[in-house]
């Protein structure tokens, strides 16, 4: 695989390389492989990657390579942008555990991140109760779905699954196929492998969260993970 990897690089010949690579990295679980094929797969022509950055760096976490410190910062920033403040202060604390934050020229912005993720994930505990029952009114499954998601970033893994599979099913979603990809994340992060594989195989679209589904597919079938 690593010949023909490089013969078809060699004559440029860019769909059969990725394609192989893929290979590689599913048969290897190698990181080295899987770096490169999640960076060609976000420079694909058509790839939302300013909107799905959020979800390549939680691939990159889950197939097991590790983030740079700017990385984590930008996951962390990424994340409290998006109403996941837990998951962004579950960032930040592994960072300044670790040293890799907290230091340099970034320490006061990382800790006023920190400060602010801390914050806000604090108040999202305290109004957990109001929020899922406004999110079962809503007419559309949008904040089913984003608690869901929530949830999952503290641990509740199992309740964030059915709440996002409940905002599914409501319908009415802004990015039907966003939600799919992130139910499986959460149905991999519960342990239901199977679950995760039938919400990734059902996420289409071309603007790349088809493309990350189907990594994810591929980590899942891997014989290395196994």
């Known amino acids: 695989l690593r010949l023909l990897a490089a013969s078809q690089n060699q004559v440029k010949d860019s769909a059969g390389y ?4 893929a290979r590689l990295a599913g048969n290897t679980g190698k990181t080295e492989y899987w770096d490169e094929l999640i960076n060609r797969t976000v420079r694909k022509d058509g790839f939302a990657d300013e909107r ?4 390549v760096y939680r691939l990159r976490q889950v197939v097991g390579i590790t983030l740079e410190a700017d990385e984590i910062g930008d996951m ?5 942008q998006a109403g996941l403040p837990a ?4 960032l930040l604390d592994d960072g300044f555990k670790s040293g890799l934050l907290g230091k340099g020229t970034n320490a006061a912005a990382d800790q006023k991140l920190r400060e602010s993720a801390t914050k806000a994930a604090a108040q999202d505990r305290a109004t957990l109760a109001d929020s899922e029952a406004a999110a079962q009114k809503a007419a559309n499954g949008n904040a089913l779905v ?3 998601l929530a949830l999952s970033s503290t641990g ?3 309740r964030g699954l059915a709440l996002i599979t409940q905002g599914i099913a409501k319908g009415g979603l ?5 939600a799919q990809l992130h139910l499986g994340l959460v149905a ?9 594989k039938a919400a990734f195989a059902a996420v289409q679209g071309a603007d790349g969260a088809a493309d990350l589904a189907r990594l994810y597919l591929l980590h899942i079938d891997s014989p290395a993970r196994k």
Do not use: I, M, S, V
């Open 18 to 21: 990725l394609a192989t690579l």
């Open 52 to 55: 799905l950055r959020l979800d």
């Open 76 to 80: 962390a920033y990424r994340a409290n």
């Open 87 to 90: 998951e962004a202060q579950a």
């Open 146 to 148: 984003g608690l869901g």
């Open 156 to 158: 509740a893994h199992e």
């Open 174 to 178: 802004r990015r039907a196929d966003d």
């Open 188 to 196: 991999l992060r519960a342990g239901k492998a199977d679950q995760a």
